[in-house]
């Protein structure tokens, strides 16, 4: 039976970039970084999770860069995470309080804009 979502994918212009992003500003660790065709595989684990991203783009869906992420990243304390991004230069909001929980939004260097989501 399916037992988790191994990963999602990341549309990205620039795997480079966006790979210095993601381990430097975010703290993801490389799990996978390999050629595949005209571009590279690559694989990223988030610390304490089962599912990672992959920064890939396949061809002919290049119009998903710069778009939103359907989905969320979740963090404990989402005013610590917030400040530690700041400080990393993240592109991010302040934290907004709502019913349901406490969200805000950043962007990576392609413009793709994400959520994380707290307590």
């Not at 430097?24 to 988030?46: A, H, N, S, Y």
């Not at 999770?49 to 396949?58: E, H, R, W």
Request: glycine residues 10%; contains cysteine; proline residues 6%.
């Amino acid at each position: 039976m399916i037992k988790h979502l191994k990963f999602a994918s990341i549309p990205t212009s620039d795997q480079e970039r966006a790979l210095v992003f993601w381990t430097e500003k975010m703290g993801f660790k490389v799990m996978t970084d390999q050629p595949m065709g005209k571009q590279r595989w690559i694989e990223l684990g988030l610390p304490g999770a089962q599912t990672g991203v992959v920064l890939f783009t396949p061809e002919g869906h290049e119009d998903r860069v710069g778009t939103f992420f359907n989905g969320s990243f979740h963090c404990d304390d989402i005013d610590h995470t917030y400040r530690q991004l700041i400080e990393r230069g993240v592109e991010i909001t302040a934290p907004e309080k709502q019913p349901w929980g406490t969200f805000s939004r950043f962007r990576d260097p392609d413009g793709n804009i994400f959520i994380l989501s707290g307590r």
